[in-house]
C-alpha cells in the first residue's frame, strides 16, 4: 500500500525538473536529486545493453548529461522515467553501433554460450543471495544474443512499447514482439538451468 | 545450446483474437539495479561543468569576432569622415 503522505513519482520528478531548470547556473543540486531515483537502473540497463561492465558508468552518465542538457525541451508528455529510458536506449545503441563498426562483428551476432559458467556459490547469507541472484542474471543476459537480450531488457527493464522498440531496433512491429517472446523464453531457460547448476553446486 | 538458427525476424502467424504477443515479462529484469561507484555523481557534476564552460566558449568565439569586425567597421566609417571633413575644411 502506498504512502499517502509521499507524492506520486511522476509529481516529484515534475517538481524536481522544474526546480533543475529554474536552479542558477552551475548548482546541479536538484538535478542531482532527480537522477539519484535512476541511476541504479540506468546503470543496470546499460551494462546488460552492452555487456560491458568497464564501459556502463561512463555510458550511464553520458546518458545523464544529455537528460541534463536536454531538460528545457521535456514537455512532460511522458514520464520523466520513460524519457530517461529512451535517452539511455538511444545512447547505447548508437554506442553499440560505433562498436561494430570498429570490430566488424554485427551485434546481431549470438555470445557464446556460457552456460557452463553460471556457477554460483549457494549461500544462506541474504545480501550474498541477492549478489548471487544478480551474477546469475548477468550472466543468462550476457550468454544471450543481442538479437534477443536487447528487446527483452528494451521491454521488460525499461517498459518501453512494442512499437518504439520496433522502432528503435529499425524491425518491424510482429518481428519485435516475437523477438520478445522468444527472449523471454530464452531467458528463462537459462536461468533454470543456473539454478539447477547452483543446487547442484551445494 | 546457443543454437539459434531460426531466423528471429520471421513473421509469425497473423494474430489470433485476443493475442497481446508475448507471455509474461521477466520479473527479475523489472526490479533489477546496478550500485554506482562512489564517485559516480562527482564525475557526473564534472562531465556537466566541462560541457557547460566548452558551450560558453563556443558562443563565445563565435560572438568576438562579430564584435571586433562591427568595431572596426565603425572605427574605419569614422577614420573616413574625419579624412572627408578635413578635405572638405581645406578647399
Redo the contacts between chains.
Keep these: 500500500m502506498p504512502d499517502e503522505t509521499e507524492a506520486p513519482i511522476e509529481d516529484r520528478d515534475l517538481a524536481l525538473i522544474e526546480e533543475a531548470r529554474n536552479a542558477p547556473?552551475?548548482d546541479?543540486r536538484a538535478f542531482?536529486r532527480l537522477?539519484?531515483q535512476y541511476?541504479?537502473?540506468i546503470?543496470?540497463d546499460c551494462?546488460?545493453m552492452t555487456r560491458d561492465e568497464g564501459i556502463?558508468?561512463d555510458l550511464?552518465?553520458?546518458v545523464?548529461?544529455k537528460a541534463?542538457?536536454g531538460l528545457s525541451r521535456f514537455e512532460g508528455r511522458s514520464s520523466f522515467r520513460h524519457w530517461l529510458q529512451r535517452i539511455k536506449v538511444h545512447h547505447c545503441l548508437n554506442y553499440l553501433k560505433k562498436q561494430e563498426g570498429k570490430r566488424g562483428v554485427a551485434i546481431d551476432e549470438?555470445?557464446?554460450?556460457t552456460?557452463g559458467e553460471l556457477r554460483v556459490a549457494p549461500t544462506a547469507d541474504r545480501n550474498l543471495e541477492s549478489m548471487n541472484?544478480?551474477l546469475r542474471?548477468s550472466g543468462v543476459l550476457d550468454?544471450m544474443?543481442a538479437?534477443?537480450r536487447l528487446p527483452?531488457?528494451m521491454?521488460?527493464?525499461d517498459e518501453l512499447s512494442?512499437e518504439d522498440i520496433a522502432s528503435a531496433l529499425g524491425?518491424?512491429l510482429?518481428?519485435a514482439?516475437?523477438?520478445?517472446?522468444?527472449a523471454?523464453?530464452?531467458?528463462?531457460r537459462r536461468?533454470e538451468g543456473a539454478a539447477v547448476m547452483v543446487k547442484g553446486h551445494g | 545450446m546457443n543454437d539459434d538458427k531460426s531466423d528471429p525476424d520471421a513473421i509469425p502467424p497473423a494474430d489470433e483474437p485476443g493475442d497481446e504477443g508475448p507471455d509474461e515479462p521477466i520479473r527479475e529484469l523489472m526490479e533489477l539495479e546496478h550500485e554506482t561507484s562512489p564517485g559516480f555523481l562527482a564525475r557526473l557534476r564534472g562531465k556537466i561543468h566541462r560541457r557547460s564552460a566548452v558551450s560558453h566558449v563556443a558562443t563565445f568565439s563565435w560572438y568576438l569576432p562579430k564584435v571586433i569586425l562591427i568595431e572596426l567597421a565603425g572605427m574605419l566609417g569614422h577614420i573616413v569622415n574625419v579624412l572627408g571633413t578635413r578635405k572638405g575644411s581645406e578647399r
Design positions: 547556473e552551475g546541479l542531482e537522477i539519484q541511476q541504479k537502473r546503470l543496470a551494462r546488460h556502463s558508468e550511464a552518465q553520458e545523464f548529461v541534463y542538457f549470438g555470445a557464446e554460450e552456460h541472484q544478480r542474471i550468454s544474443p538479437t534477443l527483452l531488457i521491454r521488460d527493464m512494442y524491425i518491424g510482429s518481428a514482439k516475437m523477438r520478445i517472446k522468444r523471454r523464453e530464452e531467458f528463462r536461468y
